[in-house]
Structure formats: structure tokens, C-alpha cells
């Protein structure tokens, strides 16, 4: 599965729709990953004050990984934020 996001609320729904195909609850992620439900739901909804290393150990569990490169076609960063 390849996923372009842009945006924190993006990341999250990447997340939840991985965790749902890989038919995994919130709560079998939090057993994966050892952070708490409430944390995972946070993260899906685009909580920007999620922590990177939450990100990190979600998709690991996830069999995930981040890949940064040069903007396409889109709009500017200062449009985002």
C-alpha cells in the first residue's frame, strides 16, 4: 500500500485504514506497540501533538515506514500550516 500524506490529519487516516486492513482493533495495536488505546485514537485523528516516536513505533507495528522526498505537484508547505 502506498499512501501520499501531507498533512498530520492525512498520517492519521493512513493509519487507521492500514490497522483496519490488517483487521487489527485499537486495542490489539496498543498490545503491538505498548502505548495506550487512547494515544492510537489521538494519533488517527490527526493529534498534532502526537510524538514522532509514536508515530514510529505505530508503523512498525503497522509494517509501515516513512519516506521523505521533494514536494510534487501540490501546494506549498506555508499553505499546509
Do not use: H, P
Not at 498520517?11 to 492510537?40: E, F, M, P
Not at 493529534?47 to 503497522?62: E, G, I, N, P, Q
Request: hydrophobic residues 40%; aromatic residues 2%; proline residues 0%.
Amino acid at each position: 500500500m502506498e499512501q501520499l500524506a501531507r498533512s498530520i490529519d492525512q498520517i492519521g487516516n493512513t493509519v487507521r485504514r492500514r490497522r483496519r486492513l490488517a483487521k487489527l482493533s485499537q486495542d490489539q495495536l496498543c498490545q503491538l506497540t505498548g502505548l495506550r488505546q487512547a494515544t492510537i485514537s489521538a494519533l488517527e485523528a490527526g493529534d498534532r501533538d502526537a510524538k514522532l516516536s509514536t508515530l514510529f513505533a505505530v508503523l512498525s507495528a503497522l509494517d509501515l515506514e516513512l519516506i521523505v522526498r521533494d514536494r510534487t505537484i501540490g501546494r506549498k508547505i506555508e499553505d499546509i500550516f
